[in-house]
C-alpha cells in the first residue's frame, strides 16, 4: 500500500484531466511568504498540512487565509507540528474555491465482491464518514469494462448538477476510473469534489498505489523516499522488512504469521522492534540475507519464528546457522519452528546450539524476558531454555 499526500495524488488527478486549483508545496514560512508576494498563489488562499492521515480540517490542518499575512502565519503554526503520530514537513498553498456545494466519488477495491466499487455522495465533505447508508451510492463495476455510460448516469442524477458541471462529471468519471486502472490504484477518493459556480473541482485527493505493481511506476518508486535507509535496502533486495522502534527482533514467515508473532509479543508485554517476512521463500541464500539485515538493525533479542510449508524448515533453519557462522550477532536468538521437516530443522538449529520452542506464547514469553533483562543473554550460542522439540501448541 503505497498512500500518496494530497499534491502527489492531485499531480495524478491533473496528469488524468480532473480539473485541480492551482497549488505549491513549501516547506516553511519564509518560502511561503515568497511564494504569495510573487502572486504564484494569490490571497485568499487553503493553507494544508501534507501529511498522510484524513480528517486534517476538523483539527485545524487545512485553514482558510485572506492575507499574506494569515496564510504565512497558518504555514508556521503547522510545520513542524504533529498530526496523527506524523511530523508536518510540506505544507500545500492552493487557492481557495467559492464551495456552493461539496461532492464525494472515490473507486476502490472491493476484496469481499472482487471488484472496484465506485462510491458517490452528493454529500461529501468532512462529515462523509457519519452519512447515513442511503445517501451513499454504491455500484460495483466490471473490472474490464469499468464505468459504463449507465453508471455514470446514475451518480450524474444522485448529484443533481446543472448541465456545465454534470459535463464536467462524465469526464472526471472517465478520468477517475482511468487513474484507477492505469495507475494500479487501490483508492482513489476526491472528497470534497466542489461545486463552484456552476463547474466542478477536486479540493482534496486521495490516492492509495498497489505496492506489488510499483515495478511498472519507477517514477513513485523513486519518490517513495518514506523508507528509513535500511528498508530501502531491503527493499532493493527484495525482503520484507520494517522498522517500527521496538527492541525486538522477529524474523517470519508470510504475513499473517508475522503479524500475529507481533501480536503475542505485545500481548506478552514485549516491543516488536523490525519484522521481517522471508515470505515463501526457501532460498538459504535469502535467508542468510534476510539475517544479516536483522544484525545491521541490532535488536536486543530476534525471534525467529517460522511456519514451514512451501518454506521448509530444515532450508531454513540451515540458511540461519549459515547466517550465523558470517554475522556473529550480538544478540540472543529465540526460535520457534513448526511444520514440514521440522524434525530435521530442530536438529540444525541445535547442533548450533539454538533451542527451539514448540509453543508461541512461550516462546514469546522468554523474548520478551530476554528483551526486558529478565533472562540471562547467551548469546547466539547458548540453548534457551527449556529446549523442546515437538508437542503440541
Ligand atoms: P481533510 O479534512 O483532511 O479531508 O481535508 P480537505 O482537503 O478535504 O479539507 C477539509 C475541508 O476544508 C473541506 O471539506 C472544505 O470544507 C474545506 N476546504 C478545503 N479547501 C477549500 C477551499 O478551497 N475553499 C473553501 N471554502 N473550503 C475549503
Ligand atoms: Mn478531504
Known amino acids: 500500500m503505497v498512500l500518496l499526500r494530497e499534491y502527489r495524488g492531485k499531480e495524478i488527478l491533473r496528469k488524468f484531466g480532473v480539473p485541480v486549483p492551482p497549488g505549491k508545496v513549501v516547506r516553511d514560512a519564509k518560502e511561503a511568504e515568497a511564494v504569495l508576494r510573487s502572486g504564484e498563489i494569490p ?4 493553507v494544508k498540512a501534507q501529511v ?22 497558518a504555514v508556521h503554526g503547522m510545520v513542524g507540528k504533529e498530526f496523527k503520530g506524523e511530523k508536518v514537513r510540506e505544507v500545500l498553498l492552493t487557492t481557495k474555491a467559492d464551495i456552493g456545494r461539496e461532492l464525494y466519488l472515490s473507486i476502490t477495491l472491493d476484496r469481499s465482491s472482487r471488484k472496484p466499487l465506485l462510491m458517490a455522495s452528493p ?14 451510492l454504491r455500484l460495483p463495476l466490471h473490472p474490464l469494462t469499468g464505468l459504463v455510460s449507465y453508471e455514470k448516469r446514475a451518480v450524474t442524477r444522485a448529484f443533481a448538477l446543472p448541465p456545465a458541471a454534470a459535463k464536467d462529471l462524465d469526464r472526471i468519471l472517465d478520468s477517475l476510473w482511468a487513474i484507477f486502472e492505469k495507475e494500479d490504484a487501490e483508492l482513489v477518493e476526491i472528497n470534497p469534489l466542489a461545486l463552484v459556480g456552476d463547474r ?30 535500511l528498508e530501502q535496502k531491503a527493499h532493493d533486495k527484495g525482503i520484507a522488512f520494517v522498522e517500527i ?19 503475542v509479543l505485545y500481548q506478552e508485554g514485549g516491543r516488536p522492534g523490525i519484522f521481517l517476512d522471508l515470505g515463501g521463500t526457501d532460498d538459504p541464500k535469502k535467508v542468510v540475507e534476510a539475517f544479516l539485515m536483522m544484525t545491521e538493525a541490532n535488536p536486543k533479542v530476534v525471534f525467529i519464528n517460522i511456519f514451514g510449508g512451501v518454506t521448509r524448515c530444515d532450508t531454513v533453519a540451515s540458511g540461519l546457522v549459515e547466517a550465523l557462522k558470517q554475522a556473529k550477532p550480538g544478540f540472543p536468538l529465540v526460535a520457534r519452528i513448526r511444520g514440514n521437516n521440522e524434525k530435521e530443522g530442530i536438529q540444525i538449529l541445535r547442533a548450533a546450539g539454538i533451542g527451539s520452542y514448540s509453543d508461541l506464547a512461550e516462546a514469546a514469553r522468554h523474548v ?26
Open 43 to 46: 490571497v485568499p488562499c487553503v
Open 200 to 229: 466542478l473541482l477536486a479540493l482534496d485527493a486521495k490516492v492509495i498505489l498497489e505496492d506489488d505493481a510499483m515495478f511498472r511506476h519507477a517514477d513513485f518508486q523513486k519518490e517513495h523516499g518514506e523508507l528509513s535507509p
Open 245 to 263: 522502534g521496538g527492541d525486538i527482533g522477529v524474523l517470519a514467515n508470510g504475513a499473517g504469521l508475522t503479524m500475529a508473532t507481533l501480536d
Open 123 to 136: 454529500e461529501g465533505g468532512v462529515e462523509i464518514e457519519s452519512l447515513p447508508a442511503e445517501k451513499l
Open 52 to 73: 498522510l492521515a484524513g480528517g486534517r480540517g476538523k483539527a485545524g490542518f487545512v485553514k482558510l487565509t485572506n492575507t499574506v499575512e494569515e496564510a504565512v502565519a
Open 368 to 393: 520478551v524476558a530476554l528483551e526486558q533483562g529478565r533472562a540471562s543473554k547467551g548469546g547466539a550460542a547458548s540453548p534457551p531454555a527449556p529446549a523442546i522439540a515437538g508437542g503440541a501448541s
